[in-house]
């Protein structure tokens, strides 16, 4: 037995052992809180000088909401960080951002944000093996309150720089606050598109983002026995695109890869994640998800988000009926 | 210099090892608790890879197999367990943690030999004896059903040649603390590996008539974890940071407790010593958290329990 193997026992049986842990954590695409979903640049891959438009996915899923979400975004972009790492923008911040005031003013706000990304941002970049690039990142903020300047100080360097208050000044938790980072590639000549999400299928059939879908409740005591059906995603063959930077052995150009993720605030999925096109194989057969009701009745959503590995996304939304 | 030599014949009858003798070092004195299913020593607080294992003079880098639940050697081939917490010879090269050297016996002369042994968790065979003009053999082979069950596997062994004496154990306590710092200008801090306080009882008693009973008792400190709190979301990515605290391996798990019990049964029948036993681990299924697993935002977090309450039976003959 190799190292290798005594490693993934190991594991494995580590694995074994948390899954029979006695309570259960809720599966990351249950939506219960002030979640932010996604990001989307309409250009992904963006000239230097060009102008950037993002929107975010924000959902506010809190089951009682003292206060409404807010979605706030840092103003200046922080181009090209030490190492390429977002929290190498935080020092810039602690020197610009006032503490212990309410920076609402000082941010924009909204589910859209615009930037210029720097001329120089391909300049300015520290040499890299490849095609030169440069990145800019963008901080957005959704907050059940107003947001505050928290230096996260050393214990923590890569800890959130940013707060989420109540009006009588009590620091919210992560239930009401998310801060987010997207980051957006500057190049020459390279481009990417964002993927196209042409629709969602429920049991085969196409949904009407409109009107949703319907299902009866699962009426089974242990959810993993809960009767099923198929959920997918349409997506065109030619939204996924040539990645120039994806090399074979052989030095063929491969593909991007594109995945979906599924977000519920009632029911479940199988797979928090599929992947729906390999940068090899492209779409493989059984693409699709499982999807299982809920056990109560109601009105619930789902969100849909399809990602390409090169900063891309598309959404979709719709009501679940479950009766 | 600290040297511990170890007695095949008391090692291989403790409880918890599954007659194991190599496994038993992990009741000496220095030696702390391993990780689950890691199949590593750590010595006085060292990192498990500070530890070299020799078997006649050859390094052995992984000694342990099956999750750590069996040794690569079978315990009728060892002939010496030496054990150096420390401060050892610059014979065995370099290490920061301990040495332990193994010395093998050589196959018996006397006759053709053999045993067969199984499991309710694994099965094994060892034949050995002369083969003319001064040489001899030794074979021995070994299945786990360990990838078929994928849950916790045991292998089983014991018997010894050596006279066992009616009564053997100890009762060890060590207090150590290990701290490490990455550069100059950084402060100590306690090392990942660290436990504290590392107490074992163990003893084993032959009742007559063939039966021994046997007990382990282990209370020590508990693992070294790093806390993580929220962090930022990869939006581009669709994946949630955590932040681990600073330092890390700052907070500790509760106490680790444990008791162990091993019944054995031996028997002749003519040229044909059999034995069966039964050993059973975690006692009194104590939960003793490992680590813990988050949720999607590190919000909340359950502990990961150790081994549940674990019986392993087997049978052996040998001729």
Not at chain 2, 293 to 303: F, G, I, L, M
Request: net charge negative.
């Amino acid at each position: 037995m190799t190292h290798r193997h005594a490693h993934r026992l190991s594991t494995a049986l580590v694995v074994l052992l948390a899954a029979c842990q006695q309570v259960k954590l809720d599966p990351p695409n249950k939506i219960a809180s002030v979640r932010i979903l996604a990001t989307r640049a309409d250009q992904p891959y963006a000239r230097p000088g060009a102008t950037v438009t993002m929107d975010v996915l924000a959902i506010d899923g809190r089951p009682t909401k003292a206060a409404p979400m807010n979605v706030y975004w840092v103003p200046s972009v922080c181009a090209n960080p030490p190492s390429d790492m977002y929290s190498a923008c935080f020092p810039a911040l602690q020197q610009a951002l006032p503490r212990g005031v309410d920076l609402a003013p000082l941010l924009a706000s909204g589910t859209s944000f615009t930037f210029r990304m720097p001329d120089d941002a391909i300049a300015s970049h520290l040499p890299a093996d490849g095609e030169p690039y440069g990145v800019a990142f963008v901080f957005t903020i959704a907050c059940a309150g107003h947001v505050e300047y928290v230096p996260s100080g050393r214990a923590a360097p890569d800890g959130v720089p940013f707060g989420c208050f109540d009006d009588s000044g009590v620091r919210l938790g992560a239930d009401d606050f998310v801060f987010a980072y997207s980051r957006v590639y500057a190049f020459a000549a390279r481009s990417n598109q964002n993927p196209v999400l042409g629709g969602v299928t429920f049991g085969g059939d196409p949904v009407d983002v409109a009107q949703g879908i319907s299902a009866g409740i699962c009426t089974e005591s242990n959810t993993d026995h809960c009767p099923t059906r198929p959920l997918d995603v349409v997506v065109p063959n030619d939204s996924q695109e040539l990645d120039p930077s994806n090399l074979d052995v052989d030095g063929q150009v491969l593909h991007e890869q594109l995945y979906v993720d599924y977000y519920l605030t009632g029911g479940r999925v199988m797979n928090d994640t599929v992947v729906i096109f390999d940068p090899r194989a492209g779409r493989p057969s059984g693409t699709g998800d499982e999807f299982s009701a809920p056990a109560d009745a109601g009105e619930y959503q789902v969100w849909v988000v399809a990602h390409d590995n090169r900063g891309g996304a598309a959404w979709q939304s719709f009501p679940l009926h479950v009766r | 210099v600290t040297k511990r030599t170890l007695v095949a014949a008391e090692m291989e009858r403790s409880a918890g090892t599954h007659g194991d003798a190599l496994l038993s070092l992990q009741n000496l004195p220095g030696v702390a608790r391993p990780p689950p299913f890691s199949g590593q020593l750590v010595v006085r607080g060292s990192a498990p890879q500070d530890t070299n294992v020799f078997i006649d003079g050859t390094n052995v880098p992984l000694v342990y197999h099956f999750g750590g639940l069996s040794s690569v050697v079978p315990t009728e081939l060892l002939k010496k367990i030496d054990f150096y917490p420390g401060n050892y010879s610059a014979q065995y090269g370099r290490g920061m943690g301990g040495i332990v050297d193994v010395g093998l016996r050589d196959p018996k002369k006397d006759g053709y030999h053999g045993l067969a042994e199984v499991s309710i968790l694994g099965a094994r065979a060892l034949v050995e004896g002369p083969i003319g003009s001064g040489w001899t053999f030794l074979a021995s082979g070994q299945r786990s059903w360990l990838d078929l069950l994928v849950t916790p596997v045991l292998k089983a062994t014991h018997a010894s040649t050596t006279a066992m004496p009616r009564f053997f154990g100890w009762i060890s306590y060590t207090l150590s603390r290990s701290e490490r710092r990455d550069v100059p200008s950084e402060p100590y801090a306690l090392y990942q590996f660290d436990q504290t306080h590392v107490l074992t009882i163990l003893g084993s008693y032959k009742l007559g008539r063939g039966w021994t009973l046997g007990g382990r008792f282990r209370l020590t400190s508990g693992d070294l974890y790093t806390p993580r709190d929220t962090g930022a979301y990869d939006a581009t990515v669709g994946s949630q940071l955590a932040v681990s605290s600073f330092p890390p391996y700052g907070s500790r798990m509760p106490l680790f407790e444990q008791l162990d019990i091993r019944l054995d049964r031996s028997f002749t029948r003519g040229p044909v010593r059999g034995s069966a036993f039964i050993d059973i681990q975690n006692v009194y299924f104590a939960n003793n958290p490992m680590g813990l697993s988050y949720n999607y935002n590190y919000t909340k977090s359950t502990p990961i329990n150790g081994l549940p309450l674990l019986p392993i039976t087997g049978v052996r003959f040998e001729l």
